[in-house]
């Protein structure tokens, strides 16, 4: 006790408290990011998935796509369009449509991932489609070759999408989109399901090794492109606005008391 009692009394205690707790709130922060999406995915079983996922879509999509996914004079059928299209469309953010025009945007997701996994599973149960790749088969990529990537990227994406992968405009008011704010998972699904007007990349076209290949360049590509703001392992705009806020507001504090103690 008398140890814990001298050390509050110490000047600097205060300070050291003070950026114990600020880390513990950064490394909390990361954690959450890193952790929820295949926690998720592998509590939630098969069963209670599609029941959730039925739910959510009669509330949340049926208005367009009909009660059992046949199509509306709003909504194209999805009777067979798979599992990966559903979490492709849902995860960025396109459906639910907010508004009819020439294409559908990407925006922010209003679902989370353990309500997009349970469409996904529901809209699965209507018909064959492709399924949601596997974290291993996404993760191939770790260990794909940057230059066979960057070939099989300037033959099959970047008529489209740039060279830069910044996207491009096409016919008809529609464009490509930047590749920028897509996750590997994201590009996959993509290269599997041919949202709009991009093609499907069968198994015959791009072999899963070449769809590996050319997400590491992607990768690479907005590695090297840095979109602006501090680099901090790219972790986003959450992670670098709370890193700035802890060593900003620990450098504040600690001239405060350094003023502090200079007066007295
Ligand atoms: C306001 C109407 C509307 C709502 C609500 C809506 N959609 Fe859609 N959806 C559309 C239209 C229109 C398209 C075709 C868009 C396009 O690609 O041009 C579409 C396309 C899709 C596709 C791609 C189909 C394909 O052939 O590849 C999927 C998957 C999808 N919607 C799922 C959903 C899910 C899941 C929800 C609910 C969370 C939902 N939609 C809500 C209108 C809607
Ligand atoms: C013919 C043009 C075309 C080609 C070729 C093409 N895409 Fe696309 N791509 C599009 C269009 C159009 C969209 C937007 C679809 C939508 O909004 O529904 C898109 C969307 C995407 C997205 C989603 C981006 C986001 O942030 O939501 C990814 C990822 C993607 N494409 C990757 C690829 C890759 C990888 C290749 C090559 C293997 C490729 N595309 C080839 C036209 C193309």
Redesign the pocket.
Known sequence: MAKIARFRRNRYASVIVLFFALGIVSLGFSGVNNLVSPAVARIASEETLVDKGSAL?AE??S???GLNGQGTS???T?AS?GAA??HF??STGR???AA?GAQ?ERKKPS?NEEETLA?AAY?ATFGPGPAIPSVEQVNEWINASVSEGGELYRTNCAQCHNFAGSGGALTNGKYAPSLALATPLQIYEAMI?G??SMPIFSEETLTPESKAAIIRYIQELNKSENPGGLALGRLGPVAEGLFLWTIGLGALVIVAIWVGARVR
Do not use: A, K, R
């Open positions: 879509f949340g999509c208005s367009c796509h709003d909504g194209p999805l369009v299209s559903v469309q849902v459906m639910p449509m009819p559908v679902y469409l809209v399901t949202p709009q």
